[in-house]
């Protein structure tokens, strides 16, 4: 049976008359135990930072958040830190246009977006799915084995290279499930 990546913004309703059978798991922060475990937010700790040996974070958001550089501001260390799922995002209205992400806390080239998705958050998600997630995906594994599952995500996009929208983790969780992971 298929995995697929459906809009938690869309009614629950609608969902159940679309795929009548299907088990729909929500795998956002605003999610339950145990399926809150995949959002980028969630608070693994350990993660090894990219490019900063010895350093390591609470959470793949942390570690995106923090490498990303603006106008007005540089590396944040502190987002590596927050354990709570609160206050994470660093924007554009605050810090100005983004620049880039840096190769690390102190590095001195700056990655560009899609660089900085296969660089940075790639590695750092993938991480988390073969050291944190085993056990909820061998579940989940065997859950769409038997029957159609759904994946609910606030963002849909699959593509590592559309930059348009960001990217879908329960995208990458669908991939890594299928074993069609990025190279």
Same mark, same amino acid.
């Given at each position: 049976?298929?995995?697929?990546?459906?809009?938690?913004?869309?009614?629950?309703?609608?969902?159940?008359?679309?795929?009548?059978?299907?088990?729909?798991?929500?795998?956002?922060?605003?999610?339950?135990?145990?399926?809150?475990?995949?959002?980028?937010?969630?608070?693994?700790?350990?993660?090894?930072?990219?490019?900063?040996?010895?350093?390591?974070?609470?959470?793949?958001?942390?570690?995106?958040?923090? !490498?990303?550089?603006?106008?007005?501001? *540089?590396? $944040?260390?502190?987002?590596?830190?927050?354990?709570?799922?609160?206050?994470? #995002? %660093?924007?554009?209205?605050?810090?100005?246009?983004?620049?880039?992400?840096?190769?690390?806390?102190?590095?001195?080239?700056?990655?560009?977006?899609?660089?900085?998705?296969?660089?940075?958050?790639?590695?750092?998600?993938?991480?988390?799915?073969?050291?944190?997630?085993?056990?909820?995906?061998?579940?989940?594994?065997?859950?769409?084995?038997?029957?159609?599952?759904?994946? !609910?995500?606030?963002?849909?996009?699959? *593509?590592? $290279?559309?930059?348009?929208?960001?990217?879908?983790?329960?995208?990458?969780? #669908? %991939?890594?499930?299928?074993?069609?992971?990025?190279?």
């Amino acid at each position: 049976m298929p995995l697929f990546v459906k809009s938690r913004r869309t009614s629950l309703d609608t969902l159940r008359k679309r795929y009548d059978a299907a088990t729909i798991l929500d795998v956002t922060s605003r999610s339950s135990e145990p399926w809150i475990r995949f959002s980028p937010f969630y608070p693994h700790g350990g993660i090894p930072v990219p490019f900063s040996p010895g350093h390591f974070s609470y959470t793949v958001e942390g570690i995106w958040q923090g !490498l990303k550089v603006f106008e007005s501001a *540089d590396v $944040d260390p502190g987002k590596l830190a927050i354990a709570n799922m609160k206050g994470i #995002k %660093r924007t554009t209205r605050t810090f100005g246009k983004v620049l880039g992400h840096r190769t690390g806390l102190t590095g001195d080239k700056l990655l560009s977006y899609v660089e900085a998705r296969r660089a940075i958050y790639l590695p750092s998600y993938k991480w988390v799915l073969e050291n944190r997630l085993q056990n909820l995906l061998a579940e989940l594994k065997q859950l769409s084995a038997d029957q159609t599952v759904l994946l !609910l995500d606030y963002e849909t996009n699959c *593509d590592l $290279d559309d930059l348009s929208s960001p990217l879908s983790h329960a995208g990458l969780v #669908k %991939r890594y499930l299928e074993d069609d992971w990025y190279c």
